[in-house]
C-alpha cells in the first residue's frame, strides 16, 4: 500500500507488483512456463502461506506479552520486505537470463 500510495496509483486497484503476483511469476521465470500458470499461482500460494500463518500464531502466543508481540510483529516487517525484494530482484534477474537466451537463439 506504501509503494502504491508513493507513486500516486489508487491502493485497491490491483498491479502486477502485489507479493503473489512476484512469487508466481518467479515461479514461472525459474522453474517453469508462463503456460503452467494452473501450476504455478497454487504453488506461489503455498509458498507465501507460512509467512501469513506464522504472524497470526505468534499473535495469539505472545497475547499476553506486548513487548515481545512487538518485536515479533517489526520481525515479520522486515521479513517480508527483505523477501519482497529479493523476489523482485531475482524475478528481474531470471527475466534477463532468459530474454538472452531467446535473444541468442
Given at each position: 500500500?506504501?509503494?502504491?500510495?508513493?507513486?500516486?496509483?489508487?491502493?485497491?486497484?490491483?498491479d502486477?507488483?502485489?507479493?503473489?503476483?512476484?512469487?508466481?511469476?518467479?515461479?514461472?521465470?525459474?522453474?517453469f512456463?508462463?503456460?503452467?500458470r494452473?501450476?504455478?499461482?497454487?504453488?506461489?500460494?503455498?509458498?507465501?502461506?507460512?509467512?501469513?500463518?506464522?504472524?497470526?500464531?505468534?499473535?495469539?502466543?505472545?497475547?499476553?506479552?506486548?513487548?515481545?508481540?512487538?518485536?515479533?510483529?517489526?520481525?515479520?516487517?522486515?521479513?517480508?520486505a527483505?523477501?519482497?525484494?529479493?523476489?523482485?530482484?531475482?524475478?528481474?534477474?531470471?527475466?534477463?537470463?532468459?530474454?538472452?537466451k531467446?535473444?541468442?537463439?
Amino acid at each position: 500500500m506504501l509503494r502504491r500510495k508513493r507513486s500516486g496509483k489508487p491502493i485497491g486497484q490491483p498491479d502486477r507488483l502485489h507479493f503473489h503476483q512476484t512469487v508466481m511469476r518467479l515461479l514461472e521465470i525459474q522453474f517453469f512456463t508462463r503456460s503452467r500458470r494452473n501450476l504455478t499461482n497454487p504453488l506461489g500460494t503455498l509458498i507465501i502461506l507460512p509467512m501469513a500463518i506464522a504472524p497470526m500464531v505468534l499473535a495469539v502466543v505472545f497475547k499476553t506479552q506486548t513487548g515481545v508481540a512487538f518485536i515479533a510483529f517489526w520481525g515479520f516487517v522486515a521479513l517480508f520486505a527483505v523477501a519482497y525484494r529479493w523476489a523482485l530482484r531475482r524475478g528481474g534477474q531470471a527475466a534477463n537470463r532468459t530474454s538472452r537466451k531467446f535473444e541468442q537463439s
